[in-house]
């Protein structure tokens, strides 16, 4: 073989090697584990993390490093990807590793993290933490072998291969593949990722006796199958191999009375075999205080249960496990201060309208003490309606429609947009007034114009009831980029 | 295994390197190339390994016995052996249900009434060419064209080796057989083509091919839901489907034989640009086509016979042909379309009405023709059934029916690939025919031809249809 031939050769196998490089990221999916890895890489680059918080959704939703640090004085990180299984937890941790020295490790287990990787949606989930891994992980490819078929691998390992049948909708330009995040409808901290809003009614109606925990009987087969003890054997190693600590946990979970409690029991077990600490805090629901509220849907919370939650958990591990105090470092209070400054304007809010005076409906039905708030990200109206003894059962519908400000047209929900309207319309139906009104105004409109509130039977629009109200010279949004 | 699974991705790779390591030692390297190829086929089904192993058998020692005599009854016999071994073969798994059911339906057309039961049979990978090609390691050294081999080794590998085991091109010994009795020199130009015919092949086969697939599916699995637009479309599209998955498949054989020092016959030579059918069919499936010619219509009398005599002869090959691809009526009438348009084209010449299809006005009119001819003869391939194939042969006139040619399975910007694809392809194979391939790459500076070799990879990986959609396989396994 000749010289020529032997550049040509290393030539091309150093070409096939960048283009796959750039390809994996053109035709890498977006999602929100690209903003976890984008902000561990961040994190990393500046400070020490003491504390990891491995698992699924459950976790990127419920556990708030910022607030786990304010008990705890250290720096933590949220590494919950959506329907992580147990057994890729430590495909997370080892990548992890790799770039920083944790003193707790906490892996979060529930039913749905202990379930058989089958169907394609739960392959696909996990293809998040595979792709966070190295290709060179020997971990990783044997996880991969237990999960995928052979001929799923080369996808497995590659998100070119993987996607390449959708050549005609990337982007080839921006490689950036993190979820756009609405800070005024979601949350993000550090891998945390929460939404603010609630349980919708239905479902609310389904789960109000979440308190009521009814003891399943105990079946034979256990839920805890050989690979998942194997795993936690494997963290256990881990754990004494880069001197770690190691926590199992559970966070809050609105089906957590169907669910049977074999599993908890196994895990207590378990956890006392291998000498590490296991809290379930589905078991401190009234210590937490948690209220239906306080979740996004049926199982997870939302940010308010998640402030609950991380509390809680936070002074757990401040209680149990000695970590370092980086309370006086500048780093670490600038983090707080960010964070708490979100927090005052979440839960205080900001003020964007008052009006204390009494204002009709009609001649039976009006309201008094109307405010407008910016909580955070989205608007909060409150008002008390008057009389407030009554009970309309859902006779009407409470109608707020928010405009615009001139030019800020873009603003308006694309269901808006769609249907010609010049303003978002929120409908709310009215049952019991003697409960004041206090509700999040789905809009995405920030540069707000008026609001115009009226009442219609709920029986079909037929037009205004009585009076509409409108208000004008509202506040401006505080920008929480 | 199949050229264009993962399975192959790795098999290959690590043949090649044990393949090269063996290579100085004849019988040890032989051995290597007879292990793989029974791995390779067996992947698929191992059982029927041993129709290759007593196919081989058979021709083995029936070679070296008629090398061993001359009395011309002995040596019938021994001929007798492997055409009855070989064809039995391939009659009782290949055309035992279609010669049931034909008995069949002859007996019920004319009013009787008989009870019809099938056999329960497999179609094993690639028989049609493997017996095909021992078959004619037999005859020729029953005709003493050549010598028999006493190498067991070399002639199981010969009639096993795996790139072109289970769909050609169909060797003669002749011109393998003794390439397994020398060692070869791995020479980097012959490996550097033979990867680029891999690839050449992987293009079309997982690029056009089965992209192609995917509307000809649809629209062949209900042809009565369309229109003569989607008819038309679909019958184009099978064309060339046919041909990349079939020439496609012969390119990847011979460019991987290549790698390994080995040289395999060309199978396909621009067939679309043929002038007339019989131009078409000494484009078409070369391999075939000469066994046909030699095996069948030479014993027939071939051409030196009467001129009625020839065009029967000429027919039956043809309507031979038909059944050899496949066991159905649709493959006997394919056959005959193109027996017919072969027999009109040898009359109009034997009787003065040669039609000069030369220049710029027989390359206008002449290719297109033919290839309206050999489409519209695709239909009757690729119906799923004689009905199916008439309501095509008559739908393609109906355009009552509108068509939104998007919604044949494939969306705008597929579509768009597919047909640049097949663009691309035309260029390449009258570039290739005018030019050659090859020299037209030493033309280019050597520091631009990795960048080329990538652009193919990555064309073949982004635009090829594999992974989640799964393997397909190649229309001629079936055969």
Known sequence: ?481 | MLFNSIDFAIFFPVFFVLYWLAAKQLTLRNVLILGASYLFYGWWDWRFLFLIIFSSFVDFFVGKALGETDKKAKRKTLLLVSLISNLGLLVYFKYANFFIDSFVQSFRFFGGEIESTTLDIILPVGISFYTFQTLSYTIDIYYGKIKPTKNMLAFFSFVAFFPQLVAGPIERAKHLLPQFFVTHKFNYRFARTGLLLMAFGLFKKMVIADRLGILVNQVYNDPESYGGGALIVATIAFAFQIYCDFSGYSDIAIGAARILGFDLMKNFDAPYFSKSITEFWRRWHISLSSWFRDYVYIPLGGSRKKELRVYTNLFIVFLVSGLWHGAAITFVIWGAIHGLFIVAEKAMNNHGLKVSRKGILGTLVFIPLTFIIASFAWIFFRANSTADALYVAKGIFDWSKPTNYFELGLDQPEFLAGLVAILLLLIFDATHRRFGAVKLLDKIPFFFRPVLYMVIVFTILIFGIYGEEGVSEFIYFQF
């Open chain 1, 1 to 481: 073989m000749g010289q020529k031939s032997k550049i040509n050769i290393v030539l091309f196998v150093l070409l096939l090697g960048g283009g796959f490089w750039y390809l994996n990221r053109v035709f890498a999916t977006d999602h929100k584990f690209h903003n976890t890895k984008a902000a561990f890489e961040q994190t990393i680059a500046n400070n020490e993390v003491d504390v990891l918080f491995i698992g699924s959704s459950h976790v990127f939703t419920s556990t708030i490093p910022s607030v786990i640090d304010k008990h705890t004085k250290s720096r933590s990180f949220n590494f919950g990807s959506d329907g992580l299984r147990l057994e890729l937890s430590s495909v997370i941790l080892e990548e992890a590793l790799k770039s920083c020295a944790p003193k707790l490790v906490a892996v979060e287990i529930f039913r749905g993290s202990l379930a058989d990787i089958e169907t394609d949606v739960s392959k696909g989930f996990q293809l998040r933490a595979f792709d966070f891994a190295s290709n060179t992980s020997w971990l990783k490819f044997r996880r991969c072998w237990d999960i995928y078929n052979l001929n799923e691998l080369s996808g497995v390992y590659s998100p070119f291969l993987r996607n390449h049948k959708d050549w005609y909708k990337q982007d080839y330009i921006d490689l950036d593949r993190r979820l756009e995040i609405d800070p005024y409808l979601n949350f993000f901290d550090r891998g945390y990722m929460g939404a603010y809003k609630t349980l919708n009614d239905s479902l609310s109606e389904v789960y109000k006796d979440f308190k009521i925990i009814t003891p399943v009987v105990k079946k034979a087969e256990n839920f805890i199958k050989p690979k998942h003890i194997a795993e936690l054997e494997l963290l256990v190693e881990l754990s004494k191999k880069h001197d770690f600590e190691l926590l199992l946990y559970t966070v809050p979970d609105l089906r957590y009375p169907w669910v049977n409690y074999q599993m908890y029991e196994e895990l207590i077990a378990l956890a006392n075999k291998y000498d590490v600490r296991y809290i379930n805090q589905n078991q401190f629901y009234e210590q937490l205080d948690l209220k239906r509220s306080d979740f996004k849907d049926a199982s997870h919370l939302n940010f308010y249960g998640a402030l609950k939650s991380s509390n809680h958990l936070g002074q757990y591990i401040n209680e149990y496990y000695d970590l370092p105090d980086r309370s006086s470092e500048a780093m670490w209070k600038a983090e707080q201060e960010e964070f708490n400054s979100k927090l005052v304007l979440l839960t205080e809010g900001n003020l964007l309208y008052q009006d204390s005076t009494t204002t009709a409906f009609t001649e039976q039905l009006g309201f008094k003490d109307l405010k407008l708030h910016q909580k955070l990200g989205h608007l909060q109206l409150s008002l008390d309606f008057l009389p407030q003894n009554l009970s309309l059962n859902g006779a009407y519908i409470l109608s707020v429609q928010v405009y615009p400000k001139a030019g800020k047209e873009d603003q308006l929900a694309p269901v808006s947009q769609e249907k010609g309207r010049a303003f978002d319309n929120l409908t709310f139906r009215l049952e019991d007034l003697s409960i004041p009104f206090n509700k999040p105004l789905r809009t995405t409109i920030k540069d707000i114009e008026r609001l115009r509130i009226f009442i219609y039977d709920s029986d079909g629009y037929k037009g205004v009831v009585g009076e509409a109200t409108v208000i004008n010279k509202i506040g401006s949004f505080i920008d929480i980029q």
